[in-house]
């Protein structure tokens, strides 16, 4: 079973929709939860992080962490075309420096 | 550009080969690391740098690759008898020391390997 589990979807929304990415955990370490955008045939970018339990607004994207449960999501607002790209969630102990990404969910915002 | 660059940016081999990687990353941050991609998957973790010092390895990295920073600024990866397994992309990210934020990953373009 693997550390983190990711819906690959792929996910098609009209633009303006609000998309909800989601992952789930099994390692009990991680402390340090992260969402990052990947476009085709590029390096990921960090879209937004979270320390522990809680929600994390940043213009557009929100994101949530529920450790009790083991489950990340990262909603986006008013989706725009320029959204679509690959999002990866990645995760990382307190006391480690790797981090472990789920697979990776490929949203495509249509015009 | 003050990004973390590599170098290729592709590289097709064939199997057997050697291959060598080179990463430079952001000059004021003291951590490197190199991440596996393959098709369809988020990133794997390979090896962590911190100055020249190596402190982690995964067991993903088997005997045929080997990594150097030699003076704690550019790293290399090299890939001894290239398989086709060995066919991905080579992320290369570096970070400074610290708590979030400001231990952030920053990540280069890769380097796409194909073996045939």
């Known amino acids: 079973q693997k550390e983190v589990e990711q819906d690959p979807g792929p996910l098609s929304v009209p633009e303006g929709a609000i998309v909800s990415l989601n992952c789930t955990y099994s390692?009990?370490?991680?402390?340090?939860f992260m969402w990052y955008r990947q476009y085709s045939r590029k390096g990921p970018e960090l879209l937004m992080y979270?320390?522990?339990?809680g929600n994390k607004e940043d213009g557009r994207f929100t994101a949530q962490v529920d450790k009790s449960s083991k489950y990340i999501s990262l909603f986006i607002r008013d989706s725009q075309p320029s959204d679509s790209a690959t999002y990866l969630c990645?995760?990382?102990?307190?006391?480690?420096?790797?981090?472990?990404f789920g697979e990776g969910t490929q949203l495509t915002v249509n015009p | 550009d003050t990004g973390v660059s590599q170098d290729p940016r592709h590289k097709i081999t064939k199997r057997g080969q050697n291959v060598t990687f080179r990463c430079d990353p952001i000059?004021?941050?003291?951590?490197l690391y190199w991440y596996r991609q393959t098709l369809g998957q988020g990133p794997e973790f390979l090896t962590y740098?911190?100055?020249?010092?190596?402190?982690?390895k995964s067991r993903l990295l088997s005997d045929r690759f080997s990594a150097e920073r030699p003076k704690g600024s550019f790293s290399t990866l090299e890939i001894q008898r290239t398989e086709q397994g060995d066919s991905a992309m080579y992320l290369c990210?570096?970070?400074?020391?610290?708590?979030?934020?400001?231990?952030?990953?920053?990540f280069g373009p890769g380097t796409r390997l194909t073996v045939l």
């Open positions: 990210a570096s970070s400074s020391q610290g708590l979030p934020p400001y231990n952030e990953q920053f």
């Open positions: 390692n009990s370490a991680f402390q340090y």
């Open positions: 979270t320390y522990s339990s």
């Open positions: 990645a995760m990382k102990e307190t006391s480690g420096s790797r981090l472990t």
């Open positions: 000059s004021e941050h003291n951590r």
């Open positions: 740098f911190q100055n020249e010092a190596q402190l982690e």
